[in-house]
C-alpha cells in the first residue's frame, strides 16, 4: 500500500552519461504535458496497391542498393532516398562569412525497407527476420564507413507511426552517413572516455551492473520516511542471452528504454552472428512490452555505436553501443524547448514495472 514508487515524484535527475541531458520526472497531473493529438492509427494492411515500397511495386522505388536475400525474392531492400537530407553534390563548398559557418552537405541517405508487407510492426516479425535486418544495419554502415573517410558517423534508425514522424506508413528504417559527429554521439563518447580515465570502469557496464545488482532504501534524513527504494532489477525489462532491455532512471521519455549488450562492447560492427539472434530476440519482446501497455507504439529508435574516427580511437574501452528506444506519447512543450529540460510524467521505476508485468507468449 505504502509503495514509494506510488507517491508524485517531482525530482530533476541527472543522466549520468550526459548530464547536460536532464530531465523533471514530474508524475503530478498538472505537469502533463499536452498529449500529442491522438495519432492517425498506424497502417496494419499487409499490401497497399499504390504504395512503392510493397512488394511489386519494386519499379516505383529509387534505385536500389541492395536487396536480402536476393532482389527477386527481397524481404530487405535498400533503396536511395527521394528527398535526401545530405547528398552526394559537392556543389555547395564551405563557405564562411562573419558568424555564418557551414559544412557542406556531403553524405548519404538511404531507405532501408524493412519487410515486404506494408504495416507489420517490428514485435509482429519473426526473430530470424528481425537478426536479418540488423544484419543488414551492420553490413551497410560498415560499407558507408568503408566508401568515404569524410564519413564521420552513421546513424540508423527509425521512425515508426505518424506519431513519430514517418511520412511513408511502410515500415522502414533510415541510415545517415554524415561529415560531422552528432552532438549527443559527441558527448557520450567524450564524457564516457572521461568516467573511464577516472574510474577505469564503462559507465554503461556500470550502469547494467547497478541495474542488475543494485539494492538501498534512501531515508528523508529528518522524518526517517523512506524516500526512495531501489530494488534489484528495477529498472531492468528485459534480459536474453547476451543482451538487456533497461528503463533508464533518467528517462527523457515516459516509455523510453535502452537495449544494451551486457558484454562490453564499443562498436556494434563486431556484433556476431550469433549474438545477432539474442539483439532480435530482446528487440522483439521488448518491443511487444510497448505496444502492450501504449495500445499499439509509435516511436523512434536508433543505433548510438562508436564512431569510425581517428578522434575516438582510444575509446574502445570506455564506449559502449546501444539502441535507445522513445516512444511519442506527448509533444514537448515551450518549457522543454526553451529550458532543454525534458519532461517525463511517468516515474521510470512505475513505468518499468508496467512494462515488465506485460505476459508474453
Ligand atoms: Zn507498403
Ligand atoms: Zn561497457
Ligand atoms: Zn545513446
Redesign the pocket.
Known sequence: MNDPVQKPVREIRINPIVPSESVLIATARSMRPKKAEEPAPRDTRAH?ET?P??AGNEHMTPPVIAAYPAEKNWEIRIVENLYPVLGDDRSNPNLSFGMQQTIDGYGRHEVMIDHNQ?GVAIHEMSEAHLALLFSVYRDRMEQLYRSNSRLRYVLVFKNFGPAAGASIA?THSQVIAMPVIPDNVQAEVTNSHAFHRKNHHCIFCSLIDEALTFEATIYDRESGEIRRKINVGQYVIERVGKFIAIKPFASRYEWEVHILPLQHQSDFLRISREDLDDLARVMRRTMARLDAVLGGAQYNYFLHSLPHDADFEDCEASYHWHIEITPRTSIPSGFELGSGLFVNTVAPEAAAEKLRAVVLD
Open positions: 497497399v504504395c515500397f510493397c506494408h511502410h
